[in-house]
């Protein structure tokens, strides 16, 4: 087996700025030399509440997109939604102040060899990493479309210059409030058969992924989809973030999206027996 | 400079130092080898293991609670033999001092691990975990049962012979712990693992319905460590002779510091490394210079030193 997080380490890494984006936070993290190793598709577990808190976990996020030509050295930006204590405490914390990480975690979506098209596909704020990843598709010549989806305008998250790096980007929402009215996989079925679509990426909740699944099986386009799950740790020691995937055998396991995961083989995932006992 | 002996035994084995990873929150040692070396801690209890692959419970597998957490795994891993194939020459290659936990369905299933353990070399002790609380049947959890927890001790120690010093794992869970404690002592322990998690549950107000996959968890971390400080107390008490591997929520070198007081002669660490993946490492660092501040010149003279006999007393 080959060694775990080999690029992991725990640092403590200053906000070089907390700012809001809508419905969001966007934070950016001074990490250094760590910028070097962190891959689109990587998360980052923070510790929350400080030294006194009574939450005791770790919160993974992913990775939005890391740089290494700011003036501040190496950074990470994470897009954070303010929803519980952890992310609300994170939301909060001002320029200066000093945040436990450990990163970069987990496995990376995997770059094609060649320059094909590729599809982008994000839910809600699950779309950040997106932006990061079209950027390295674009400089290895992909062509790059993007469909982002949420319920509602105010959950979808579309930075200005996110589109830099796409061909083109469309926005879905169930509630009509932003670009077309609709569910983001209606139109993937037309986009695979237009463009020729040799991968699709994905990012937010496991509904979607699950019904990207259906239709990259029936084109048999390759899905990398990043996954979620509950985490208590992060680093793969707690077991709690476990999803079914079919092994090379045929046989199904349990694996850890924190280690196995979060980007994992969409085809792979037994979508229908998530929560259930194996 | 001032010399302190750090080290303990464990039954008829010695370790550098009092400090070992919880089972179960550790997996088998590669993923915290990536932020220490595993052998500057006392050692690994490895992620307790069956005889065959097990899937474990269904997801959510977690609840984050005030100063802790439910787990629900339910003894998820591969199996003995891919364990030993995979997981023990590896952790002999990083030089880890490894104490294996084993669980079981039957006393059978205890005693026929115990025979895979007997011929495997690098192995410092093993841990008998009877009191998982993620099974099916509460029915099945040895330890809430003296006669079963005695018979399960006894089949292992039958089949191991008196090589590998045995740590029987118990459950806070019964209402007279000291007499489970003594009837697995009495029935070969060398040592005792004391306390596995605490049965509970979460429900979720929007689904309004329990929160775990398997409904019932293990309540870990701070949240519980006076209940494991009890326990240690009262059993230390009653048997001062049996060494005790104190866990529950210890996060600092302070609460190490408090189990040795209460009566443990090595501390485990579970949930804190979710939290910060080397926390052993400076819980052993701050346990070391607390002891020091004190005037002890050993680990040893700190093992149960909260039981002497107050100034005056003539007990």
Request: hydrophobic share 40%; aromatic share 4%.
């Amino acid at each position: 087996m080959s060694q775990i997080n080999k690029s992991a380490k725990q640092i403590l890494a200053p906000v070089v700025s907390n700012k809001r984006v809508g419905q969001y936070h966007q934070i950016i993290l001074n990490i250094g030399d760590l910028a070097a190793v962190c891959k689109p598709g990587n998360f980052v577990a923070i510790s929350v509440g400080g030294d006194t808190s009574k939450m005791v976990l770790r919160r993974a996020f992913a990775i939005s997109r890391v740089s290494n030509s700011s003036t501040f050295g190496g950074t990470m930006e994470l897009i954070v939604a303010p929803h519980g204590q952890g992310s609300k405490w994170l939301c909060a914390q001002q320029e200066g102040v000093m945040i436990d990480i450990v990163a970069p975690l987990g496995t990376a979506f995997g770059i094609p060899t060649e320059p094909v098209p590729v599809l982008l596909v994000g839910g809600g704020y699950g779309s950040a990493p997106l932006f990061g990843l079209a950027e390295v598709l674009n400089a290895r010549g992909c062509r790059v479309d993007m469909l982002l989806g949420a319920s509602t305008a105010s959950k979808i998250y579309a930075p200005m210059e996110g589109k830099r790096a796409v061909n083109s980007m469309r926005i879905y929402t169930e509630d009509g409030s932003m670009g077309q009215a609709g569910r983001v996989t209606d139109p993937i079925p037309e986009i695979i058969k237009d463009l020729d679509i040799a991968v699709i990426y994905s990012c937010g909740p496991m509904a979607m992924l699950s019904a990207i699944t259906k239709i990259s099986d029936q084109f048999g386009v390759v899905h990398q989809c990043a996954v979620e799950e509950s985490m208590a740790c992060g680093i793969g020691i707690c077991m709690t973030c476990v999803l079914p995937v079919e092994n090379e055998d045929g046989s199904i396991s349990n694996l850890r999206s924190c280690i196995d995961g979060p980007v994992m083989d969409g085809s792979k995932v037994q979508w229908s027996q998530v929560g259930t006992q194996l | 400079m001032t010399s302190l002996d750090f080290s303990t035994t464990i039954g008829s084995t010695w370790f550098p130092a009092p400090t070992f990873t919880a089972s179960g929150c550790a997996s088998s040692g590669r993923e915290l080898a990536q932020f220490f070396p595993l052998r500057e801690m006392g050692g690994i209890v490895t992620k307790s293991v069956m005889s065959k692959v097990r899937p474990g419970r269904p997801t959510p597998r977690m609840a984050e609670t005030p100063s802790g957490m439910l787990n629900s795994i339910g003894l998820q891993g591969p199996g003995i033999d891919a364990f030993l194939a995979k997981d023990i020459p590896y952790l002999t290659e990083q030089k880890a001092r490894i104490i294996v936990s084993i669980a079981g369905e039957t006393v059978e299933e205890y005693s026929t691990l115990a025979r895979k353990l007997r011929s495997v070399s690098g192995i410092s002790a093993i841990e008998v975990n009877i009191s998982c609380p993620n099974v099916e049947n509460r029915g099945l959890v040895f330890a809430c049962d003296p006669e079963a927890s005695r018979r399960v001790i006894d089949g292992v120690r039958r089949t191991i012979g008196g090589e590998l010093p045995i740590i029987a794992k118990l459950s806070p869970d019964v209402t007279d712990l000291v007499s489970i404690a003594r009837g697995v002592v009495d029935a070969g322990a060398d040592g005792l693992a004391l306390i596995n998690t605490v049965l509970g549950m979460v429900i979720n107000i929007d689904t309004m319905r329990p929160q775990l996959g398997g409904k019932t968890g293990g309540l870990s971390g701070p949240a519980i460590r006076p209940i494991a400080v009890r326990a240690v107390y009262q059993v230390h008490a009653a048997l001062p002779n049996t060494p005790i591997l104190g866990m529950g929520g210890i996060s600092s070198g302070r609460d190490a510091l408090e189990m040795i007081l209460a009566g443990a002669s090595g501390v485990s660490i579970g949930t804190a490394s979710f939290g910060n993946p080397k926390a052993i490492m400076s819980i052993q660092n701050e346990l070391k210079q607390l002891l020091i501040d004190r005037g002890f010149t050993s680990l040893k003279q700190a093992i149960g030193y909260a039981h002497r006999a107050e100034a005056g007393s003539t007990q």
